[in-house]
């Protein structure tokens, strides 16, 4: 019994996607939650084979891929959703991006802003473009990943000063769905909803790069 209810949280503690009806991503949730919306008529379940909507008695009586997740309950099995789409909400939520170390090695892709070599996160360090001593805020627009050896060529110079340039001007990152999932699972269905280059893309647009 306690192994049976364990595996009813890890499925409800999933996360599943939510898109709005223009059908763009604009939030993880967990499946518990997903299923209540979709239970109350906030939300349909997306098929993410077909691409059709469903209303809740609907889709638990879909014949379904053998990869699905389930919901084991006492009565009956629901399968648990991967993606679902809000029936009225249409807006992108306006969220910004929190200023973290995280949100900053995803903002720069874990590569070097001043010679663009691409690292492991162990090798990257976050630079003070303006150096703190020089009253250089830690910010968005003031701090990029360095690499070891442009660390130390930069040390505590300005730009001008190390004879440094930057790839790009940094910028807060417009928020993006990968933000709040940066370390968490993603499901392979999501990826025709949220291409792997989403949240680059994005940005590059926000810094006109
Ligand atoms: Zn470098």
Redesign the pocket.
């Known amino acids: 019994m306690e192994v049976a209810v364990r595996a009813v949280r890890t499925v409800l503690d999933q996360p599943a996607l939510v898109l709005n009806r223009s059908w763009i991503p604009v939030h993880v949730t967990t499946v518990r939650r997903a299923v209540s919306m979709v239970f109350q008529e906030v939300a349909r379940v997306v098929a993410t084979d077909t691409l059709q909507t469903h209303e809740f008695w609907d889709w638990v009586s879909l014949p379904l891929p053998p990869s699905t997740r389930w919901i084991r309950c006492s009565s009956r099995s629901i399968p648990a959703p991967e993606v679902i789409q809000l029936r009225i909400y249409d807006r992108v939520p306006a969220h910004e991006a929190p200023f973290t170390r995280r949100n900053l090695y995803q903002r720069d892709n874990n590569t070097?802003q001043?010679?663009g070599?691409r690292s492991s996160p162990e090798r990257l360090s976050i630079d003070h473009v303006v150096p703190r001593s020089r009253g250089g805020r830690t910010s968005w627009d003031n701090c990029v990943l360095?690499?070891v050896?442009?660390n130390a060529r930069k040390a505590d110079r300005t730009l001008h000063e190390a004879g440094l340039r930057l790839l790009r001007k940094p910028s807060r990152p417009r928020w993006s769905p990968y933000l709040s999932l940066a370390g968490h699972e993603r499901l392979p269905s999501w990826r025709r909803f949220t291409p792997e280059d989403l949240w680059n893309a994005e940005h590059s647009q926000a810094t006109g790069t």
Do not use: G
Request: hydrophobic share 10%.
């Open positions: 070097c001043y010679c070599r360095a690499c050896r442009c």
